[in-house]
């Protein structure tokens, strides 16, 4: 799902994606409502395992692009999910077979000694590794793509 690019960009993405698949792709774009002058599209594939790996690093490099690339799990591997922004970068997590997100047992280990020790509150490293950002983010553009009006709001003051 590429959630909002500016249009100059299509042919770039569309290039980068066929570059993954070895093959032209021609995507139907529409209006990303959430961003003015900037268009969104839904692409589903098959691929082997890695695919979605391939597809998130073709797309970073188109980096005014906001994008999310799933990797379902299956019988022979887990699932990924990759989000990208242009202000936070990358973010990318395990999805288990259930769609849950996975955080593995060391990653916890490290946010709970380092809220230990007080140099990050546990919760903002869960939010952390949870891609809490990313989605927060990424909602505005998600939302507005189902054909939702979208309110912006301004702090004042």
């Known amino acids: 799902m590429i959630h909002s690019a500016p249009a100059v960009l299509r042919p770039h993405l569309e290039w980068a994606i066929g570059a993954v698949f070895g093959h032209p792709i021609e995507l139907r774009w529409s209006d990303q409502p959430a961003e003015p002058r900037a ?5 589903s594939w098959q691929g082997p395992t890695g695919t979605g790996a391939a ?7 188109c ?6 690339v799933t990797e379902e799990p299956s019988s022979a591997a887990e699932g990924l999910r ?4 242009p202000r936070l970068g990358v973010f990318s997590a395990v999805i ?14 490290q ?15 869960v939010a952390d590794l949870l891609g809490a950002a990313w989605d927060d983010e990424l909602e505005a553009f998600r939302y507005a793509g189902d ?4 309110r912006w709001l301004h702090q004042v003051g």
């Open 96 to 109: 288990g077979v259930n769609g849950d997100l996975m955080v593995h047992e060391d990653r916890l280990r």
């Open 147 to 150: 054909g939702a009006p979208v």
């Open 82 to 85: 990759w989000a990208y922004t």
């Open 55 to 61: 597809l998130a690093s073709a797309l970073r490099g």
């Open 63 to 68: 980096q005014r692009a906001r994008f999310e």
């Open 39 to 43: 268009m969104r599209t839904e692409y």
């Open 111 to 125: 946010a709970i000694l380092a809220d230990a020790l007080g140099s990050r509150p546990l919760v903002e490293a």
